[in-house]
């Protein structure tokens, strides 16, 4: 049983709908999936990751429980779990950086990066938009 805690994140919203879910399925099986601590930088869509931390990856990431969806508006949303020490890390990156970006990365291009509006617990599920 994996133990950790499940968080999803909805994409911005495009007409293409459909061939940004392939896009994104097709990423998560090439490279890597990784949350980054990147502070006060803004990373657009695309963008490269190399130069920022990683708050959670490669172990952190719940196996198993990452996959490629839409939330009930049909956009598409990348699911996934982290194990207890990412989410620890990622829940304390959040207490200390409201008003800072926290971005996800497939295969080490971003693919969202959220403005942190309140810190987000260990005990329970997250939402980043």
């Not at 508006?73 to 990412?86: D, E, I, N, T, Y």
């Not at 304390?92 to 990365?105: D, E, L, N, V």
Request: aromatic share 8%; hydrophobic share 45%.
């Amino acid at each position: 049983m994996v133990q950790g805690w499940r968080w999803s994140f909805r994409l911005p919203i495009d007409n293409a709908r459909q061939r940004r879910l392939q896009e994104l399925t097709s990423l998560l099986s090439q490279g890597p999936f990784s949350v980054l601590g990147n502070g006060s930088t803004f990373l657009a869509r695309g963008s490269p990751t190399a130069r920022f931390p990683i708050l959670a990856g490669g172990r952190g990431i719940a196996p198993g429980i990452i996959g490629v969806t839409t939330d009930a508006v049909g956009s598409p949303s990348v699911v996934f779990a982290l194990q207890k020490a990412a989410a620890a890390r990622v829940a304390q990156y959040t207490r200390t950086h409201i008003g800072a970006y926290m971005a996800f990365s497939l295969d080490h291009t971003v693919i969202s990066c959220p403005l942190i509006m309140r810190p987000i617990p260990t005990t329970r599920r997250g939402a980043v938009v």
